[in-house]
């Protein structure tokens, strides 16, 4: 069994769409770590940098902020869509990040259904944000309303549509699963990072959490979701790998495990666990790893033996996404 990589791009990648125009993001709160528990990642200080953005309801999409260092003032031409915000506040001991052990495409080593969406793991009562301005479509449960894969599934929920398009032309909504309580009404008009409820447990939820989502075209079709990480804002001086794994007749390689580590970091990463997965129509990726710190990573691939099949060094620069394509030949 042998991987070959065909190639690491940051950032610029082949679409069939226009390349959207991008400033890199400068996060604007103030988190005092980025790395969640468990995870064997140390405690990865961030950056005070403040930033302001503006969006336009087109698929370029122009931001203006406070120049990070070592960045300059012009626009730089990129296949990013980073900008939607952390729907938690980055404050105190709250939990902000994704969280690891069940991402968006994991089975949880085939313990569980696909997961078309991802976790921030939150004590109950912890405030839930508007992830962007937008209109509230749906607010509160939905044991009657098919929102999910059966009634009842998120508890209570709240639905936004958004003045923002995907890169293939469609409107996005974000979803904000088994809250403790609603604080939004339908038809209600929300400004980002506006507290829209409370993390809670409601729906088929074991603990308390929140579950979010990016849906493309309509907001009550669960099948129709975006992987979230490349969605969500980066924090100050972090970037993204995203890349795909497939056989040698072009196929996406399901449920395939990946260790991406630093000198500090030490992931472990599975390929997307079922076809439901929806790729993003850009990267055509089939795993990501998201809140990186800008340096160097080792990715490493492990045949069904537990052999070395693949290893590679590459390069993860702040608020871009670092794009791999490995190829297995037999």
């Known amino acids: 069994m042998c991987f070959i990589l065909l190639s690491v791009t940051s950032s610029i990648a082949q679409s069939p769409t226009p ?3 991008f400033l890199p ?3 604007s709160e103030t988190p005092e770590e980025v790395e969640p528990t468990p995870s064997n990642d140390p405690v990865q200080p961030i950056s005070t940098e403040v930033a302001t953005e503006t969006f336009e309801n087109t698929r370029t999409v122009t931001q203006v902020f406070e120049t990070p260092p070592n960045e300059t003032e012009s626009a730089i031409e990129k296949i990013e869509h980073h900008v939607l915000k952390r729907p938690i506040e980055l404050s105190g001991d709250n939990i902000h990040w994704v969280d690891r052990t069940y991402p968006y495409g994991s089975t949880q080593w085939d313990t569980k259904e696909v997961h078309l969406g991802v976790e921030f793991v939150n004590p109950r009562y912890t405030p839930v944000l508007s992830a962007e301005a937008g ?5 509160g449960g939905d044991a009657e309303v098919l929102i999910g894969p059966y009634e009842g599934y998120y508890g209570n929920v709240v639905v936004i549509a958004h003045e923002i398009l995907s890169l293939d032309d469609k409107p996005i909504f974000t979803l904000y699963g088994h809250l403790e309580r609603v604080e939004v009404e339908i038809g209600e008009q929300v400004d980002a990072r506006q507290r829209i409820g409370r993390v809670g447990a ?3 939820a074991l603990g308390p959490h929140l579950h979010f989502e990016v849906r493309v075209d309509d907001p009550f079709d669960y099948t129709l979701t975006r992987n979230p990480d490349l969605w969500i804002q980066h924090y100050v001086d972090h970037g993204l790998i995203a890349g795909q794994v497939h056989d040698a007749g072009g196929n996406p390689v399901m449920g395939h495990r990946l260790v991406v580590r630093s000198e500090t970091i030490n ?3 599975f390929t997307y666990g079922s076809e439901r997965v929806n790729i993003d129509p850009v990267w055509q990726e089939n795993f990501t790893v998201s809140d990186l710190p800008a340096g160097d990573y080792e990715i490493v691939m492990l045949d069904s033996g537990g052999r070395v099949a693949y290893r590679n060094v590459v390069n993860v620069e702040a608020y871009k996404t670092t794009f791999i394509d490995i190829l297995l030949d037999e």
């Not at 209109?135 to 607010?139: L, R, W, Y």
């Open 25 to 27: 993001i400068n996060q």
């Open 135 to 139: 209109e509230v479509v749906f607010a």
């Open 202 to 204: 409601t729906g088929i």
């Open 19 to 21: 390349n959207p125009i």
């Open 267 to 269: 992931r472990e990463v």
